[in-house]
């Protein structure tokens, strides 16, 4: 069994800061690539950052130079650093993780964390 347990997640005021965790659990061979998405109500899902296992990164343009993805690969972790946070930030955040298992590899995501950026 796999898991992916986000943590972070918060009320902040715009401008301000947050960083979210996601710790991946389980009978792990590896793991690819990793990111972050979020969702906004009435809004579909939307990649926000993703990393790959050597370090390469991936942002979306209302994000760039206000988050940083990072990640532990010794503990199975990524994060996200979000700086300057507007209220348009404000979703439901997900990670995601493509690992390796014995035999196979597959897409695993985390159950959410709530952002709400607000005054």
């Known amino acids: 069994q796999v898991q992916l347990v986000e943590s972070g997640g918060g009320l902040v005021q715009p401008g301000g800061s947050l960083r979210l965790s996601c710790a991946a659990s389980?009978?792990?061979?590896?793991?690819?690539?990793m990111g972050w998405y979020r969702q906004a109500p009435g809004k579909e899902r939307e990649l926000v950052a993703a990393?790959?296992?050597?370090?390469?990164?991936n942002y979306a343009d209302s994000v760039k130079g206000r988050f940083t993805i990072s990640r532990d690969n010794a503990k199975n972790m990524v994060y996200l650093q979000m700086n300057k946070l507007k209220p348009e930030d404000t979703a439901v955040y997900y990670c995601?993780?493509?690992?390796?298992?014995?035999?196979?590899?597959?897409?695993?995501w985390g159950q959410g964390t709530q952002v709400t950026v607000s005054s």
């Open positions: 995601n993780a493509d690992i390796r298992r014995s035999g196979y590899s597959r897409r695993y």
């Open positions: 990393t790959t296992s050597g370090g390469g990164t």
């Open positions: 389980g009978n792990i061979v590896g793991i690819d690539n």
